[in-house]
């Protein structure tokens, strides 16, 4: 069995971990799919309280693998803000609510909704445009659980590998746990 790496309580598992830095993962469809199948088939993940898998963007053979092979309690669709992002992002909602498929959106999550420089902390960049993912969420009455700020320490932890939200009283740390709360309530 695979044994996955454990960082601060949680257990990780990637594509990445089984391939040479240097080198690119290039799949197709039945590649991918057998590689997602196996690490949920072929990796001892013990006892959890919540398994989350990290898509990329679309609708894809690894989209509809997972739908038909895991029973998933949920789903939530991750955007920034610009029209094509939010595309991708709403052909997800409408691919999810399909009736072949009929997992329930738990909610949209804004990444990179604004840049607030640290040397002008009341001032709001909308880099990538405003409120595009919340505007789709009341579009298509799904709940918006985060506009995430593009903030430059949640990049610094991901790069050291330490989850953002251990840094307390912080802007990143409060608008993650506000994100796990409205998903932890969308379960209930």
Known sequence: MIKPIESYGVKILSIGFFADPEQA???RGPMATKALNQMFKDADWGDLDFMIVDLPPGTGDVHLTLVQNVPLTGV???STPQEVALADARKGINMFRMDSLKVPVLGIVENMAWFTPEELPNNKYFIFGKDGAKNLAESMN??????????QSVREAGDVGRPAVLQE?????????EMVKKVIDNLK
């Open 25 to 27: 993962v290039v799949w």
């Open 142 to 151: 799904v709940p918006l659980l985060a506009q995430v700020p593009l903030i």
């Open 169 to 177: 009283n912080t802007l990143s740390a409060q608008v993650f746990e």
């Open 76 to 78: 939530v669709i991750v």
